[in-house]
């Protein structure tokens, strides 16, 4: 089974961003950049089906600037066996990634795609639903844990989803489209030796062009703000003072 997993370069996870003071956007200049954390997930589960004998092949897919080249190098040092970058500088929205995956899903024809539940930065939880409608394909989102049941023709994929209140499990048929959530796994440290080996895998790089997908956004940010900033809070000296405040100050009780 061949498994394509979109991988998204983002601003790291441990980065305070700031916004730019025409807050038209976050300033991402010089900032740490890293895989989105559920795109990390989705290749760490790649590989413990391939590690499972269930899976054949991986193939780690990017879109955006060149730079997205390291996020690809990190999933082949994971256990992608090969990787694509779609690459371009225009800003990427939800909508153009899916048409850009389903335009490599048509060529590669792979039976899973595993994505990340959403992406950290922008946060839109879009283009694996999207993908999955592009594509006409059967999709379980929030997947908390990935079984693959059955061989050839006749397999499908049982996925526990992380639902409010409990646990729902679904069986696919393939091909299929899976997005992560985080209990799924927790991924490897990369060692090393497996970051020298990856600099060898094939990694290719395709234009949106070379796919006929036009990547122009549909979408325009018009405002950007940090959160308000929260008043200093007070140490009250004991349960009576707070019950007091609670009562007299805050009157909520
Ligand atoms: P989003 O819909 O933007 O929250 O992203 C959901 C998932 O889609 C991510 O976790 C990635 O798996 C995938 N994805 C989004 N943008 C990209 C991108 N530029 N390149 C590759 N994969 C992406």
Same mark, same amino acid.
């Given at each position: 089974m061949k498994v394509l997993v979109p991988v998204k370069r983002v601003v790291d996870y441990n980065v305070k961003v700031r916004v730019k003071s025409d807050q038209t956007g976050v300033d991402i200049a010089n900032v740490k950049m890293s895989m989105n954390p559920f795109d990390e997930i989705a $290749? %760490?589960?790649?590989?413990?089906? /391939?590690?499972?004998?269930? $899976?054949? %092949?991986?193939? =780690?897919?990017?879109?955006? $600037?060149?730079?997205?080249?390291?996020?690809?190098?990190?999933?082949?040092?994971?256990?992608? +066996?090969? =990787?694509?970058?779609? %690459?371009?500088?225009? %800003?990427?929205?939800?909508?153009? $990634?899916? /048409?850009?995956? /389903? =335009?490599?899903?048509?060529?590669?024809?792979?039976?899973?795609?595993?994505?990340?539940?959403?992406?950290?930065? +922008? +946060?839109?939880?879009?283009?694996?639903?999207?993908?999955?409608?592009?594509? +006409?394909?059967?999709?379980a989102t929030y997947a908390s844990k990935i079984e693959v049941d059955g061989e050839g023709d006749a397999a499908r994929v049982k996925v526990t989803r992380e639902v409010d209140g409990g646990l729902e499990v679904v069986s696919l048929t393939l091909p299929a489209i899976v997005t992560t959530d985080l209990r799924l796994n927790e991924p490897r440290y990369v060692t090393l030796p497996n970051i020298m080996k990856a600099k060898k895998k094939t990694l290719d790089n395709v234009k949106p062009a070379d796919l006929g997908v036009d990547v122009t956004p549909r979408l325009k940010t018009l405002k950007v703000t940090e959160p308000a900033k929260r008043s200093a809070g007070i140490i009250v000296p004991d349960v009576a003072t707070l019950v007091a405040k609670l009562k007299t100050e805050a009157k909520v009780i």
């Open positions: $290749v %760490e589960e790649a590989t413990r089906l /391939k590690e499972a004998g269930k $899976v054949t %092949e991986i193939i =780690a897919i990017s879109c955006g $600037v060149l730079q997205s080249q390291e996020t690809l190098r990190t999933a082949m040092a994971i256990g992608a +066996d090969r =990787a694509i970058l779609v %690459e371009t500088d225009v %800003e990427l929205q939800p909508l153009a $990634v899916a /048409k850009l995956l /389903k =335009a490599i899903a048509d060529k590669e024809q792979p039976q899973l795609i595993i994505l990340g539940k959403q992406a950290i930065d +922008d +946060d839109a939880n879009q283009t694996g639903q999207m993908l999955a409608a592009l594509l +006409d394909w059967p999709q």
